[in-house]
C-alpha cells in the first residue's frame, strides 16, 4: 500500500481491488448479463469495442391467404433479400409475442364520453369491444424486428456503412410491400426493457438527461429487478419463468408453415434467428472439400468391397446420399444464385408458474415434432440464450445449421396482416378470422374512403351497415345520412336521436329535387352539376331504355339554367324553383321533344305522383338523417334515392365549408346502376365526394349490376374499403376475378354464416367474423333479423 494515505484512503484503494478482482467476467448483476455496453440516441448500439448494429421493425404482409403466384413471388423477394447481405453483416429476425396489459388495452378500445345524452351507449359498445378482446388474442402484441451488425474500428467508420445498409433493407422492405421503420436508441431501449420485464407491469421511463443527473447507465433503466439460474433447464428473470431452446432442423424438406405456427402461440415468447452468410468463395471451397472428402470414402468402400469380394459398386446407402446431396448443393452455389447461411433458430418459453412455462414449451415441441424437426433445451446455456435473444444480433450460441438461401427462406417472415388503429376514429369491425384479434381501423385514413357492403340476403349486410352507423355516431362528430328503402333503420335512429323522414305519397313530409345552394359544385355556376341530376331525374321518369335523346338533353339544359335564374340573382330559399316550374317551362318552348318531356313530367307535377312537386319543408339540421321511401312505388323508390343522393350532396357541400365529413349510407343501391344516366350520376358521387369530406357507403346484394358497364365498375376501382359477406356462385367468380382473390380468400365468403366474410382495407385483404353480443339493447334496435324481431315483439305484448 503507497505510504501517505490516510486510512480511509487506503479502505478505498483496497475495495477498488476487490471489486476489480470479483469482474472476472461471470455476471453478478442483471447489468452485468446485458452485453452491449454503449446506447446512442440514433439508435446505432455497440457491444464489445468494435461491434455496431442497428434495429428495423417491419409490419406483416398477407403471406398464408395469398395466391399461389404471389406466395411464389413473395418467396423470390425474400431470397432475394436474404441474399443482399454478405458475409460482414450478422443479422438477426426477432418475432415477440408481449401480452398486453387488459388495463392498458382497455383503454385503446373505450370510447371517450362526450357532453350529449348517449354516454351509456358508449359504455355498452365499449363493452361489447372488450368482450370481444377478451375472447379473441388482443391480449398479445405482435411485434417483428431485423437486427444488423457489422464491426468496425470506430463509431466514425461504423455509422455510414449501417446507414448504407439501413437504407437498401427499407428499400427491399418497400418491394415486398411491407412497412418498416428504424428504431432510435430510446426506442431500442423500450424495446429491451418490454423484453425483460415480460409478465410484470414495469413502465419504461427514461430520457437521456437522467443520465447525466443520476450518474446511472442505460442498463439500469432496462435491468429487470434479477435473473436466477437455478439449473441448466430454466431460469426466472424477475418473478416470469423462462426457457430456452433451440430448434433442431432434422428434416430435409421444411414447410413454410412452420415459423407461422410457432408465431401463433397464444402466449409470451420470444422466436430469434440468427444468419450469417458464408463468404461464397469458402462455402464453395468447403463443399468441394468435402465431396472430396465423401469420393475418398466412397473409394475405401469400393477397395473393401473387391478385398471380400462382392460388388464394388454396393456401398453404404448413406454415403451415395451425401454424395449426391453434396453435389447438388455445390451445383446450386455455383449456377442457381444460391447463397449458404449459417442458423440458428432459438426460442424462449416463458409462463407465470413453472406449470404454466411447461405448458407452453411443450406445445413449442409438439409444433416443432409436426413438422419433423425437435425442440431441444439449451442445457446450462440458459443465460447465453436469452442474451442472444436480445435485439443486438449477437449470439453467444454456437450451435448452427448450414442452409441455402431457399432453404432459410422457407422461414418466411410474414403470416397474416393486422388491422388495428387505436385512434379515435378507428371503429369496429370484427375479429380477424386468422389470428382472433379485433379489427378496428379509420375509413378515413385510406386515399379513398369510399366504401361498399356486399352480400346476398341474409348476409348481414344492413346489420354490418348499422353496427358501422352506431360506431361512427358514437365516436366521431360526423354527420351520417340514410337511404333507407325497406325502413329497415328507423328503430336504431330513433334510438340515437336522429331524425327519420318518411317520403310517401301520403306523407306530409316533403324533400324539393330541386334544391340548390351557392356551394353546390366546385365551379363559379353551382347550375352546372344540378343539370346533371336533372337530367338523371328525367332519364328515370321518362324511362327510355336508351335513354335520352340528344334534343331532350339539350332543352332539359336549356330550361334549367333558365329555371334557376331568378335564384342566382338572389339566393333565396323562397326563390329556389320546384319541379313544376320547371315543367311550366317546358311547356313554353318549341321543340316538340320539350313537350314529350314536360308530358313525362306532368303525372309527378299535377298528377298522383305529385309527392317530389313541393318544397322542402323538413329541417335537416340533425346529425343522423334517416329518409325511409319504403312506400314509395317501385317506379318512385328510384326517384325517391336519386333525390335523395342530391339532398346528400347539398349536405356534403355544406359541411364542406364546417370541415366536417358527411357518411352516406345507400342501401338497395343497384336500384340506381340499371339506368345510364342514374349510373352516370352515382359514379360521379362516388369519384367527387371524396374531394369533398363525404365517405358513400353502397349497399347491395346485386354485384352483376355493379361491373353491368365499364363506367358503373369505377365504383370499385373508387373504393378502398368493402365488406363482402356471402355470395352467391356466380358473384363469386366475377369478385375472384376484378379483386384477385385467392381460392383460400374466396372459402371466407362461400356458404358462410351471418357476419362472416373479407374485409377490404386498401391493400389488406382478411377474413373476419363479428359475433355481436344478442342480449345488449344496441343488438335489438340494429337487429333486422324477422324471426328474432317478431319474437322481441311478442315477448313485449306478453309482458305488457
Known amino acids: 500500500m503507497p505510504e501517505g494515505l490516510s486510512k480511509s484512503e487506503q479502505a478505498q484503494v483496497k475495495e477498488i481491488i476487490k471489486n476489480a478482482q470479483k469482474d472476472d467476467g461471470t455476471p453478478r448483476t442483471a447489468q452485468q448479463t446485458l452485453p452491449f455496453d454503449r446506447v446512442f440516441p440514433d439508435g446505432i448500439v455497440r457491444v464489445g469495442m468494435d461491434y455496431y448494429t442497428k434495429t428495423i421493425q417491419f409490419q406483416d404482409i398477407n403471406y398464408q391467404l395469398a395466391q399461389q403466384d404471389d406466395k411464389t413471388e413473395i418467396f423470390e423477394e425474400w431470397c432475394s433479400f436474404l441474399n443482399f447481405f454478405d458475409s460482414s453483416v450478422h443479422f438477426q429476425l426477432s418475432f415477440m409475442n408481449f401480452a398486453t396489459e387488459v388495463g392498458d388495452f382497455e383503454k385503446k378500445i373505450a370510447i371517450a364520453h362526450q357532453s350529449d345524452a348517449f354516454n351509456d351507449v358508449r359504455d355498452e359498445y365499449s363493452g361489447i369491444l372488450l368482450r370481444n ?11 417483428k424486428y431485423i437486427t444488423f451488425g457489422i464491426h468496425a474500428d470506430s463509431m466514425k467508420l461504423a455509422k455510414p456503412r449501417l446507414i448504407h445498409i439501413e437504407m437498401d433493407i427499407l428499400n427491399n422492405f418497400k418491394r415486398l410491400g411491407v412497412i418498416a421503420e428504424t428504431l432510435n436508441g430510446e426506442q431500442r431501449l423500450a424495446l429491451m426493457h418490454k423484453q425483460l420485464h415480460m409478465g410484470d407491469n414495469a413502465k419504461f421511463h427514461f430520457d437521456w438527461r437522467y443520465l447525466v443527473k443520476s450518474g446511472l447507465s442505460v442498463k439500469d433503466f432496462i435491468a429487470p429487478s434479477s435473473f436466477e439460474f437455478p439449473n441448466g433447464r430454466y431460469f426466472k428473470m424477475g418473478d416470469t419463468w423462462c426457457s430456452m431452446s433451440f430448434l433442431s432442423i432434422d428434416a430435409s424438406d421444411v414447410s413454410d408453415r412452420m415459423l407461422a405456427d410457432f408465431l401463433g402461440m397464444e402466449s409470451s415468447q420470444i422466436v430469434t434467428m440468427h444468419l450469417h452468410s458464408v463468404d461464397q468463395n469458402e462455402a464453395i471451397k468447403t463443399v468441394k472439400h468435402t465431396i472430396t472428402e465423401l469420393d475418398r470414402s466412397k473409394i475405401e468402400e469400393q477397395k473393401k468391397a473387391v478385398r471380400a469380394g462382392y460388388d464394388m459398386e454396393i456401398i453404404p446407402s448413406d454415403l451415395a446420399t451425401y454424395g449426391k446431396d453434396a453435389k447438388a448443393l455445390l451445383k446450386e452455389l455455383q449456377s442457381q444464385n ?30 416443432a415434432q409436426k413438422h419433423s424437426c425437435n425442440l431441444v433445451r439449451l442445457d446450462f446455456q440458459q443465460e447465453q440464450g436469452l442474451v442472444s435473444t436480445l435485439p443486438l444480433a449477437y449470439n453467444e450460441v454456437d450451435i448452427q445449421r448450414g442452409m441455402t438461401t431457399s432453404s432459410t427462406a422457407i422461414f418466411v417472415p410474414f403470416t397474416t396482416q393486422e388491422l388495428f388503429q387505436d385512434h379515435r376514429g378507428a371503429l369496429y369491425y370484427g375479429l380477424n378470422a386468422l389470428s382472433n384479434n379485433l379489427i378496428m381501423v379509420d375509413r378515413k385514413k385510406l386515399k ?18 348499422k ?26 335512429v330513433e334510438y340515437l336521436g336522429g331524425q327519420v323522414v318518411k317520403i310517401s305519397p301520403t306523407s306530409d313530409q316533403y324533400i324539393n329535387p330541386m334544391d340548390i345552394n351557392m356551394n353546390y359544385s366546385e365551379d363559379d355556376n353551382p347550375v352546372m352539376l344540378k343539370v346533371d341530376f336533372i337530367l338523371s331525374l328525367c332519364e328515370l321518369i321518362m324511362g327510355a331504355k336508351d335513354g335520352l335523346q340528344p334534343t331532350e338533353k339539350t332543352v332539359i339544359d336549356r330550361c334549367v339554367r333558365q329555371v334557376y335564374r331568378k335564384y342566382l340573382e338572389d339566393p333565396k330559399p323562397e326563390n329556389i324553383p320546384i319541379l313544376e316550374d320547371l315543367y311550366n317551362l317546358l311547356l313554353k318552348q318549341d321543340e316538340p321533344e320539350a313537350k314529350y318531356v314536360a308530358t313525362a313530367l306532368e303525372i309527378y307535377v299535377t298528377g298522383s305522383l305529385n309527392v317530389f312537386n313541393h318544397r322542402t319543408n323538413v329541417e335537416l339540421r340533425n346529425r343522423l338523417v334517416c329518409f325511409d321511401i319504403k312506400d314509395l ?24 365549408e364546417a370541415g366536417k365529413s358527411t357518411r352516406y349510407y345507400m342501401d338497395e343501391m343497384h336500384l340506381l346502376l340499371r339506368e345510364e344516366q342514374t349510373a352516370a350520376y352515382t359514379v360521379e358521387i362516388w369519384k367527387r365526394f371524396r374531394k369533398w369530406g363525404g365517405m358513400p357507403t353502397g349497399i347491395t346484394q346485386n354485384v352483376k349490376d355493379l361491373l353491368a358497364s365499364r363506367e358503373v365498375e369505377n365504383i370499385f376501382e373508387n373504393s378502398d374499403f368493402i365488406l363482402m359477406l356471402n355470395q352467391a356462385v356466380g358473384d363469386r367468380a366475377i369478385l375472384a376475378k376484378q379483386l384477385n382473390i385467392s381460392p383460400h380468400q374466396l372459402s371466407y365468403v362461400t356458404h358462410s354464416g351471418e357476419g362472416e366474410g373479407l374485409i377490404f382495407y386498401g391493400n389488406v385483404i382478411l377474413p373476419f367474423i363479428d359475433r355481436f353480443p344478442k342480449e345488449t339493447k344496441l343488438y335489438e334496435v340494429i337487429n333486422t333479423k324477422f324471426s328474432e324481431t317478431s319474437g322481441q315483439k311478442e315477448q313485449q305484448k306478453a309482458a305488457v
Open 133 to 143: 378482446m377478451q375472447a379473441g388474442n388482443n391480449g398479445l402484441t405482435k411485434v
Open 338 to 367: 444460391e447463397r449458404m447461411f449459417l442458423l440458428t433458430f432459438l426460442i424462449m418459453n416463458t409462463g407465470r408458474t413453472k406449470e404454466e412455462l411447461d405448458n407452453n414449451i411443450f406445445q413449442a415441441s409438439s409444433i
Open 448 to 465: 379513398n374512403p369510399n366504401g361498399l357492403i356486399l352480400g346476398t340476403p341474409g348476409a348481414g349486410k344492413s346489420f354490418a351497415a
Open 467 to 492: 353496427r358501422e352507423i352506431v360506431n361512427s355516431f358514437l365516436v366521431t362528430d360526423d354527420d351520417i345520412i340514410i337511404s333507407d328503402p325497406e325502413s329497415e333503420y328507423r328503430a336504431m
Open 633 to 656: 312505388g317501385k317506379q318512385l323508390k328510384k326517384i325517391g334515392m336519386l333525390i335523395i343522393e342530391d339532398q346528400v350532396w347539398c349536405r356534403v357541400s355544406e359541411n364542406r
